[in-house]
């Protein structure tokens, strides 16, 4: 069976962007840690979209292997790699948990580079392959009281675009796509104030972010910004010195993690 794998898929852009595939008929492996979510997500596509849904119950964080491990074991050929899975954390540097940041690390760029590690080799054998990695405006700058979650993202970015420089004569493609603020647990996750992310003409839905995914999928261009005002705001970002986007996005976000305590 080809199906298109979704990690991070129990809920938010994963869940929307894996039913943006089911709707046009594609098969799908889902993976995240909520078992019960995943199991309800396979029951709702295949009864209304009529495809096969696989779904693998894991910490990618620490079983990055396994996930291909169970596509191999069940004949699973993975032709669409969307690593999504990832999360954030609003806290100075010297005050966040230390084990929670190399967690993070772990699992927004580890067992993004191991999946795509594992999955390009089948991909080269089916003689075509597209790899779509969740990136964030915050891969274009750097991010205090969020410095590693930023840093991670910017990792995302220039690991892809390398990527896709290697593999421009494999018929594989490599994309990134690039959310701002969505509202979705995510912030919960990330100790942030979810109300300033409501009232925030940059916010974007799930929906709106698989829908920018998907016809990142579909064009096969190199990145995406998400939304008219994300898209503004990453231009004019680009023309400050890096030292005052830190300064300027320090200052934004320390307000943000102000209100949020």
Same mark, same amino acid.
């Given at each position: 069976?080809?199906? =298109?794998?979704?990690?991070?898929?129990? #809920?938010?852009?994963?869940?929307?962007?894996?039913?943006?595939?089911?709707?046009?008929?594609?098969?799908?492996?889902? /993976?995240?840690?909520?078992?019960?979510?995943?199991?309800? @997500?396979? !029951?709702?596509?295949?009864?209304?979209?009529?495809?096969?849904?696989?779904?693998?119950?894991?910490?990618?964080?620490?079983?990055? !292997?396994?996930?291909?491990?169970?596509?191999?074991?069940?004949?699973?050929? /993975?032709?669409?790699?969307?690593?999504?899975?990832?999360?954030?954390?609003?806290?100075?540097?010297?005050?966040?948990?230390?084990?929670?940041?190399?967690?993070?690390?772990?699992?927004?760029? !580890?067992?993004?580079?191991?999946?795509?590690?594992?999955? @390009?080799?089948?991909?080269?054998?089916?003689?075509?392959?597209?790899?779509?990695?969740?990136?964030?405006?915050?891969?274009?700058?750097?991010?205090?009281?969020?410095? /590693?979650?930023?840093?991670?993202?910017?990792?995302?970015?220039?690991?892809?675009?390398?990527?896709?420089?290697?593999?421009?004569?494999?018929?594989?493609?490599?994309?990134?796509?690039?959310? #701002?603020? /969505?509202?979705?647990?995510?912030?919960?996750?990330?100790?942030?104030?979810?109300?300033?992310?409501?009232?925030?003409?940059?916010?974007?839905?799930?929906?709106?972010?698989?829908?920018?995914?998907?016809?990142?999928?579909?064009?096969?261009?190199?990145?995406?910004?998400?939304?008219?005002?994300?898209?503004?705001?990453?231009?004019?970002?680009?023309?400050?010195?890096?030292?005052?986007?830190?300064?300027?996005?320090?200052?934004?976000?320390?307000? =943000?993690?102000?209100?949020?305590?």
């Amino acid at each position: 069976m080809k199906a =298109v794998l979704v990690t991070g898929a129990s #809920g938010g852009i994963g869940k929307e962007f894996a039913r943006q595939f089911a709707f046009r008929g594609y098969n799908l492996v889902l /993976v995240a840690r909520r078992e019960e979510e995943l199991k309800q @997500i396979k !029951k709702e596509f295949e009864e209304e979209y009529g495809i096969t849904v696989e779904y693998f119950a894991c910490d990618l964080a620490e079983d990055h !292997k396994a996930v291909y491990d169970f596509c191999k074991a069940n004949g699973i050929e /993975v032709s669409v790699l969307i690593n999504n899975a990832g999360f954030g954390d609003y806290k100075a540097f010297i005050d966040a948990d230390l084990d929670k940041m190399m967690n993070m690390i772990d699992l927004n760029d !580890k067992a993004l580079v191991a999946l795509s590690h594992y999955f @390009i080799k089948d991909m080269k054998e089916l003689g075509y392959g597209h790899i779509i990695n969740v990136g964030s405006v915050a891969s274009f700058m750097p991010g205090p009281y969020m410095a /590693v979650y930023y840093a991670s993202k910017a990792f995302v970015m220039s690991f892809s675009l390398a990527l896709r420089e290697e593999l421009k004569n494999d018929n594989i493609k490599v994309s990134v796509l690039c959310p #701002g603020p /969505v509202a979705s647990d995510f912030w919960n996750r990330a100790q942030g104030d979810h109300s300033l992310v409501g009232t925030s003409p940059f916010t974007r839905t799930p929906t709106d972010a698989a829908v920018s995914g998907y016809s990142l999928f579909e064009s096969g261009k190199a990145y995406k910004i998400d939304g008219m005002f994300n898209q503004l705001m990453i231009k004019a970002v680009r023309f400050l010195p890096l030292e005052l986007a830190a300064r300027t996005v320090g200052f934004v976000q320390k307000k =943000v993690k102000g209100k949020a305590d």
